[in-house]
């Protein structure tokens, strides 16, 4: 996984065999909690999805202590697996073997992944409105829920306001391209 210092990147891992990752609310909740403690420092995050087999992160790199990020993220990965073996009486591994990393090298594509990461519940059927899943950062950017993890820079750079936001999100909806899925 190639990563740079003060470069965006589309962080995103899935299960095995499409198995559930996350199985209750406190897995997600326990996986953000860790997530948010391992990386502080590291990478900022600008928006986020955990989806029942997979997850999605818009961060920066902040670090240049590349091997160190790296490093952090199998343990990020193979910490939350063990933990959900030992509850759940299962053995081996959870997630395919590497973490992608694509780079984001321009704003078109930062905006189509910042509006893609939040379809993402749409897309498989889970709800109807962005604002409905609770594992997403798509709440806390369009100011209905108070959460932290994220960065709201983003938000502030590239729209005149949060419901501009809200309007260029549900207007995307049905624009992304297949590729990115």
Not at 104 to 123: A, G
Request: net charge positive; with cysteine.
């Amino acid at each position: 996984m190639k990563l740079q210092t003060g470069s965006y990147y589309h962080l995103y891992n899935r299960s095995n065999n499409q198995e559930l990752v996350f199985r209750t609310q406190d897995n997600y909740l326990y996986f953000l909690k860790n997530f948010r403690k391992r990386f502080d420092g590291l990478l900022t995050v600008f928006a986020y999805c955990l989806m029942p087999t997979h997850f999605h992160f818009l961060t920066r790199v902040d670090t240049h202590k590349i091997n160190e990020l790296r490093q952090k993220i199998g343990i990020q990965l193979s910490s939350y697996t063990k933990a959900l073996n030992k509850v759940f009486q299962r053995n081996g591994s959870l997630f395919q073997q590497h973490t992608k990393a694509k780079h984001i090298d321009d704003r078109s594509y930062l905006l189509t992944i910042l509006t893609y990461i939040h379809q993402n519940p749409i897309r498989a059927g889970l709800v109807k409105e962005l604002q409905a899943w609770p594992y997403s950062s798509y709440p806390d950017l369009a100011d209905l829920r108070n959460g932290t993890l994220v960065d709201p820079l983003i938000i502030n750079q590239y729209f005149n306001s949060v419901e501009d936001f809200r309007i260029f999100s549900k207007q995307t909806i049905h624009t992304i391209e297949k590729k990115y899925f």
